[in-house]
């Protein structure tokens, strides 16, 4: 092989360690889950058993499967296929931080304050400038769910400052 | 890890009726002059079963009569089924502020032996108690309208030759103990099958699926012709028609299976109670009123129950109701445990 | 009472005098449907203190009419943004949304209205008239016979994981394990809950499936500009009347399909426990295989919208016959319906039809009426609803998120529930960047805790014998179908390889 098709060669070598997670945590969960059941009567333990001995059969399968083709040099163990686009990570890392804030924030500032904070946040962090939307978006998002999901159905969200200022006005 | 054996929870469990006897005594005394204003918001309800069963409609019921004594109150419902009551129980522990704001409506029997059998983080008596019972009905075994079986007599016997299938709601019940004991004690074979809720279990009764079903009466009496009721765990049958005459199931056999009911009843927070025990009385009269208002069983006799389906029960009658099924599950808990691998 | 011409008349302009009630109801039902989180059941109950101040009929009426529109509803977010908003419409989204993907969603969406509102006609008509017949279906169906039909659904698993079908499969039963969390069904005992007590009753249907497919898709739709792929966008943006016309046009000459489709929900409907998601699923399934070219399903084919939606609409009208005709809901709508009839005093189950009933063919009836309103109400907004595609994801995205996440809160009022949704949102993120089909994983976690509460009753009463599922002659007739759809695409390409190799010798 010359040395113009090896480089060729391996520049096509295709990322396989992104699709290795999924088998992973597949495979745990079931061993896990296993795990938790082994003290447990037949019909208790039946589901499972199958379930997770045929979940980690096919995992084992995809295993042996990627393990050869590494050998042959046909993949290699790169994360790029969960990574890419490169230039999306730190959006989409601040969106996601942004996700988990909003959980973590909705008991003690209620429904309403968190979602135009979190949307107002998303729509700064996925390069939204527009003044108008920015201001738009958030006061829409924020009132429209309060009207609808607090003042019509009555649905118990987490109150916060807002709720408890307008469920005493009114 | 599970385990599946009982331990006796009894005696916490009187420590912590008595404490709350204790606690009512104490609330008696007019403590604050605030407590006229309770309450000054919505009233949550905890129903430890799905939304549109027997306990969601019997609180719903219930509400529309208490809230005439209890300053027009609003109540709100939610809905933690799961694990044969288990979840429901445990949130309410665990979850709900004890502020009588919250309170919740449980299946008092089957509820009562889960906790026996499964022994829940949320403990009667210490966590909370049962304070009232509003209804209480009996169990029964019957039959779809096709089925070939007409009588106890015939079920038992059939039981004897083969082993009958007994569509329950749960494992933990008094209705499913009530017919492991009559295969005690007449030597029939029962193999009980959770359908995991009345309607499915009737449905299974009803389509041919299982032989028969067992569930409290009320349950059979609202699907009329379209079941027959062959027995019933009480002592007498006092329904009459309404139960298609079906005999008490120790008056055939001349056995001594213990009366099996269930009621259904509020509990609260004990810690509820002894923080706030001007509330609790006002929760606790007015449950009284409601209970005995006429108005409370023309709803229930226009739904479609009986009438003596309602029976109040104050705290003392709910204590004692508790004890016995904690000793029913001690006694027949072991038929209704897996065999150990 | 006889069900005479002059009875239908009668019946059906009552029913339409009711439309004051019908129309409102709709529109509620629909938006409630649209947005995941919320269904008929949790609806209704929210709406519970209304229903109960109004004459039991209006309130029936009224609860049937939203009933119908939840599962239509459902069908437009699946759609538009790849985001069910109920179970039921977790099929739809397979080829619904790769039609919005090609600029085609205004086409999917009449063709999603038109299949559900037809299929739901046609099976309130055959409910009004059949219902006796109807009813029978649960006495043949038991646990055994439901094992093989959700089977049926579970082999979409197989279908999907055509492309690569060691990571379809992984997909699959990785959903199914998730979907076999909580306690076991005979003993109550928790298997998998991380010690957790909310995932005690199993994983939250809801907010896996707003994280699946909303969370996921929202955090993958960032990466391009807009929905509709750049080929897509010249179209998406000159859709016009004429798209309307021409999805109605596709729907009409598949009118056949969306008849059968919809009966196969009727049927699913008429089972208790069954429900819109598994009667979506097994039509999805049954189109693809008597289909000529199953190879174009999962790549924005209209069979592959019309067969989930009319199925999911005729699971409506099916969950009504066993409260109807016996007197036991077969599903949590139904149970709620049932607590307010109760109320009202009336009776229901067979006594219904003695003593009142108008009530009970009228409750039929308003199913008939509430589709024929909704025709009329939702088709013309189908072309200003699949503007959605267009909009930009970077605005998209977060409305996507907090809204969803606020439907992940409502079924059972956790804020746990949150947390859930966005565990299964980096599930679903992953799966989707590296080759996994959310969907898979989803019809596991649906059907799986299904196919084993099934199993294990049927197991109990033929006490242990696992062979008990071929026991029944009905079982054994739908195993042999079950088979045979699966090895049919095999023996076809290996047919048509043999064809072909005979034509070249």
Redesign the interface.
Known sequence: MSTEAARQGQTKKRSVGADLVIPIMAAGYALYYIYTILDYPMEAQINGLFLGLTLCSLVAVLFVRVAAQWFRGEVDFGMHRLLTPLSMIPSRLIFLGLTIAYIVVIPWVGFTLTTFLFVLGSLLALGVRSKKLLVVMPMLSATGGYVFFIAMLNTRFPKGPIENFLAGAF | ????TITPTRRSFLKGGAMAVGAGALSASPLSKAWAAFPERNISILIPT????GA??DA??FATVWRKYLNNANF?????????G??GY??YA?KSEPDCYNLLFGNLGPEII?QAM?KPKATLGKDFIYFCQTTDETMCIFVGKNSKITSIQQLVDEAKKR?V?VATS???HPASIGVLALGEATGAKF??????GG??S???A?????DCCTLPITNAI?????VLILTLFSKQNVFGEMADNAPPVNDVFGTKIPELSSSRGFAIHVKAMETYPDRFQIIEESVKKAALDPEYAD?VE???MPRSFVRYGGREETVAFAQDMLALAEKYGSLL????? | MELGADTVLQLFLHSLSLWWIIVPAIFIGIIMGAIPGFAAHNTIIILLPLTLAVPVEVALTFMVALYCATHLGGGIPAILMNIPGTGGAAATTLDGHEMAKQGKAQQALVLAFAASTFGGLITSIVTLFALPLLSKVGYYVHSVEMVVIMLFGLTLIAVIAAEDTVKGLIAGFFGLMLGAMGADHVYAAPRGTFGLLELFDGVPLIPALIGLFAISEAFVMIEQESIVSSKGQERARRASWADTLSGLRIAATNWWHIVWTSLIGLVVGVLPGAGASIGAFVAYQQSRFFSKTPEAYGKGYAKGVIAPEAANNGVTSGTLVPLLAIGIPGGSTAAVMMIVLQFHGVPFGPRLFVESPILAFGVIMSMVVAYIFMILTILPMARYLAKVTVVPTRLLAPMIVAFTLVGAFVPRSFLFDLGVAVAFGIIGYIARKTGYHVAAILIGVILGPLVEQSYIRALRISLGDPLVLFSSTLGNVLWVMLALSLAMPYILKWLRRRKAAQAAS
Request: glycine fraction near 12%.
């Open positions: 890890m599970k385990d599946f799905g939304e549109g069963g969601d409609r719903r019921m709100e419902y939610s809905y933690y089924p799961g694990a044969a288990q979840v445990e949130f665990a889960m499964q082993v299938t749960r494992l933990p193999q009980l099958v959770p359908f995991g309607n499915p009737a449905m299974a009803i389509t041919g699926e299982v609202q699907l009329d012709k379209e709803l226009k739904a479609g445990a897996p065999k150990k691998k």
